[in-house]
């Protein structure tokens, strides 16, 4: 049996999943590490724990798909990856920093000075990127400021996919893809943007050379390829950012399809067949190929809010897993709206549709009668209403949602898709696997092994696992606490410091 890896490398743990030719499952294999935390608005990676990261993944998947399979041959490897990330390497190519990853907020004050001028709304027009702490565009102003050492002594800026391919083969390239969510390349002419760079004070030159998501590399080193159990010549395909290959391995590219995704953090996503920005620059824009473009907003609290939640009240020590099942049977007892209850779930500050890294959490409208479960209920609520807030911008700059596509973590929840499908009122569709970054790596793979010639060629005939359609009494029950969670927003937000 031929198949493909796809390699997705997020947040909170790198996946490598194994792809027969029709796109089934028949391996996968998950290594978790922390976000480092070392101060109020610092998170951060180890750039080598994500690279053995990636090495082991591939490893355990390769070894057990020899082991079931005979004869099997492995055609390609191919990479997905979260957004935003930064590292600073130095000439003998080594980090000079750790991963300054999404959720860092330590460069918001030079992000708030950028996103009130006509440079920064000019920048975002350009590049797709809001004017955020999230992008590095604004890492790199903050670190020449606050570490100039670092900033001088920087021969490269680069991303953990960019390191774990510079690891592997020598050179430092960027898939279009990842490079349109720097605040860096133009999302128009498909190069580095020079007055981002102007104002970031770097070059060209201590950036990757951007490539197509299907760019091939080959050639790795017998040492890697043992360590690996892999053949030395296999493909490695850079792929692209974990974002747009969700949309992607969620087969959601006609009009008016969008994906809900929820990990670590959450976004929902549009596919465009051309840039989309929007005038008041509430919403992102980002390259999956020259003429597919992924429009639409990330929020930070998705899975890290449900994180925090059971680790603080009551589930520290079971696994994710279980105390995410937990959590939702818990949910479940309480009727839509919780009793009234809302919950501002901005733990980390939020991207969009605010873009406001001082947003803070909160409970609203506390009364006696609530209990345990409506606060858990609320905070799984307060999730989805942060991502209906981003669709109804969406449904204003590109036209209405005609469907959602669900993946992620939490697609495997059936109760989770049902509040998501009776908030939007619409109808939500789950494809047979949720790995959707991983199974858009393995998409990408195809077509640069000449598999297929596009990607419509696959989406056509590829079966959805389960739909999910919307309940209207429950939707009108969280519509009514809906509204006040956007005016509590508008009513507290000055307060945020």
Not at 21 to 28: K, R
Not at 128 to 155: D, N, Q, Y
Not at 336 to 353: D, H, I, K, Q, S
Not at 399 to 421: C, E, K, T
Request: charged share 20%; net charge negative.
């Amino acid at each position: 049996m031929d198949y493909i890896i796809g390699v997705d490398i997020g947040t909170s743990g790198t996946k490598a999943v194994a792809f027969d030719g029709g796109g089934d499952i028949i391996g996968s294999h998950y290594v978790g590490y922390p976000l480092l935390n070392p101060q109020s608005g610092y998170f951060e990676q180890e750039p080598e724990v994500l690279y053995a990261a990636v090495m082991e993944s591939v490893s355990v998947v390769a070894r057990s798909v020899i082991a079931a399979i005979s004869g099997s041959r492995l055609l390609a490897v191919s990479f997905s990856s979260a957004m935003h990330g930064l590292i600073a390497v130095d000439g003998r190519h080594q980090p000079l920093t750790n991963c300054i990853t999404w959720a860092d907020t330590r460069s918001e004050s030079f992000a708030d000075g950028l996103k009130a001028t006509d440079e920064g709304l000019d920048i975002y027009r350009k590049t797709g990127t809001p004017i955020h702490p999230m992008s590095p565009l604004c890492k790199l102003l903050w670190m020449r400021e606050s570490l100039p050492g670092v900033f001088e002594a920087a021969h490269k800026f680069i991303s953990v996919k960019e390191y774990v391919f510079f690891r592997l083969f020598g050179r430092y390239v960027i898939d279009e893809s990842l490079a349109s969510a720097t605040g860096l390349f133009n999302i128009h002419t498909f190069d580095w943007h020079v007055p981002a760079l102007e104002l970031a004070g770097i070059s060209c030159e201590q950036l990757s050379e951007p490539v197509p998501i299907t760019y091939t590399l080959s050639g790795l080193d017998t040492e890697q390829a043992a360590q690996l159990h892999i053949p030395a010549d296999t493909p490695f395909v850079v792929g692209g950012s974990d974002g747009c290959l969700a949309n992607l391995g969620a087969q959601a590219v006609r009009a008016g399809d969008a994906v809900v995704t929820i990990g670590t953090s959450g976004a929902i996503r549009m596919s465009t067949t051309s840039p989309k920005t929007d005038k008041m620059a509430r919403t992102f824009c980002y390259v999956l190929t020259r003429t597919r473009f992924v429009s639409g907003g990330a929020i930070n609290s998705g899975g890290v809010v449900l994180r925090w939640y059971k680790d603080n009240f009551g589930l520290a020590h079971a696994s994710e897993e279980e105390a995410y099942r937990l959590l939702a049977e818990e949910a479940a007892g309480v009727a839509a709206g919780a009793g009234g209850l809302v919950f501002l779930p901005y733990l980390a500050g939020e991207r969009a549709p605010h873009w406001n890294a001082a947003a803070k959490g909160m409970f609203f409208g506390v009364q006696m009668h609530h209990r345990k479960a409506h606060f858990t209920r609320a905070v799984f609520e307060g999730i989805v209403y942060s991502l209906y807030s981003v669709g109804r911008v969406l449904e204003e700059t590109g036209g209405p949602i005609n469907a959602i596509h669900a993946n992620g973590g939490f697609a495997r929840s059936v109760w989770w898709v049902q509040l998501l499908a009776d908030v939007f009122n619409k109808e939500v569709y789950v494809q047979q696997t949720v790995e959707g970054a991983a199974k858009g790596a393995w998409l990408v793979a195809c077509k640069a092994l000449g598999n297929m010639t596009d990607f419509d060629d696959y989406l056509r005939v590829s079966p959805v696992g389960a739909v999910f359609r919307p309940d209207a009494a429950a939707h009108e029950a969280y519509m009514a606490n809906f509204g006040t969670f956007q005016r509590l927003y508008d009513s507290v937000k000055a307060m945020f410091y």
